[in-house]
Every structure is written in structure tokens, then in C-alpha cells.
């Protein structure tokens, strides 16, 4: 019994030291909601692109040029044993892109049964934004891309705007890509 006892006690001692010597919890802090998604440039300007709409990034592939489309259609790419259509973003805005070859890239996108492949400047990953730093203010938006952009998050000094490329499958130019 007095083993049972003296054990006892050495536990209750070792408890007390424990919480004499445990640190307290850390502060509570707020913490702001963020929207993530898939940051890239175009046309001299700075896009984020939703998670779910972008479902892969890649190098410019090797592709085969078709005849009789649209020259902002480069052509037709083989990924992983699936044909993926290769778009340059930019020339369908009338545009060129900037970047050089080596730094461009393929966003797929493979939602609301349109599988292609966006060429486009350069691809930053994932960004994320506070919420509350979401405008929808449209101003300096050229005419042709305000109907796949929804607004921009402010970061500092610099502007991404949200562009849903999902919309181009809506856009009957992009969908009717053969010369005309």
C-alpha cells in the first residue's frame, strides 16, 4: 500500500511540474478567408484563373499544325495518349505573346466539355487573396476579354484579374475556329 501511495505521489508531482513548465497557448488570431486560384500574364497584364477550371499546367508541348483554322490555333497536341487542341490566347485577342518561348505555358482545361490546351505568357501556380480585397470594377478591361473577366484582387500595388477561361467554350469565335 505504501508503494502504491509513493508511486501515486511521484505522479501527482510530475503532473504539477509539467504544467508549471508548459507553454501557454498561442494567441488567438482572426483569420481572413482567402480564394485561390491559378495565377498567369497575358497581354501585359497579370490573370488568376479558378482552381477547379484549370486542371493541369504544362510546357508547350510538340504539336501538329492543322489547315484551314484560325492562326491563333496552333494546332493539335498528343498528352498522354489524348489529343489536346492548342490555343494562343493571346492572338485570339488580336494580341501577341510577350514571353519568351521557353517561358510560355499550357493551362488544360478539361470542364463543361471543352478539353483544350490556353497558351499563354507565363504561369505564377497558385495564388491566394484575402476576400475582402475582391472588386468587381471592370475599368481598365480591354472590350474583348470583359465578358470571361468577373473583377480583380488587389495585392499591394499590383491587380489580377479573375478570368474565367471556362467562358470561351460560351464565345462562338473561340468555338468556330476555322477560317472563315
Known amino acids: 500500500m505504501a508503494q502504491q501511495q509513493a508511486a501515486f505521489q511521484a ?13 501557454g497557448l498561442p494567441a488567438q488570431v482572426d483569420i481572413t478567408p482567402h480564394w485561390s486560384g491559378v495565377g498567369f500574364t497575358l497581354l501585359d ?7 477547379g ?10 504539336y501538329t499544325h492543322l489547315p484551314g483554322v484560325q492562326p491563333w490555333v496552333r494546332g493539335v497536341a498528343n498528352v498522354r495518349g489524348r489529343l489536346l487542341p ?9 494580341g501577341r ?6 517561358l510560355q505555358r499550357v493551362l488544360i482545361l478539361d470542364a463543361a466539355g471543352l478539353y483544350s490546351g490556353l497558351i499563354v505568357d507565363q504561369v505564377f501556380g497558385m495564388q491566394h487573396f484575402p ?5 468587381a470594377e471592370l475599368g481598365e478591361v480591354d472590350v474583348q476579354l470583359r465578358s ?3 473583377g480583380s484582387y488587389s495585392v499591394g500595388e499590383q491587380r489580377w484579374w479573375v478570368f474565367n477561361p ?11 475556329a476555322a477560317k472563315a
Do not use: C, I, T, W
Not at 86 to 94: Q, R
Open 11 to 23: 505522479l501527482v508531482e510530475l503532473a504539477q511540474r509539467s504544467r508549471r513548465a508548459a507553454k
Open 86 to 94: 492548342l490555343f494562343d490566347l493571346a492572338g485570339f485577342f488580336g
Open 53 to 62: 477550371v484549370v486542371s493541369e499546367m504544362l510546357e508547350v508541348p510538340s
Open 148 to 150: 470571361l473577366v468577373s
Open 166 to 176: 471556362a467562358k470561351l467554350a460560351e464565345d462562338p469565335r473561340f468555338v468556330n
Open 131 to 135: 476576400v475582402d480585397s475582391y472588386s
Open 45 to 51: 497584364m497579370q490573370f488568376v484563373s479558378p482552381m
Open 97 to 102: 505573346l510577350q514571353a519568351h518561348r521557353k
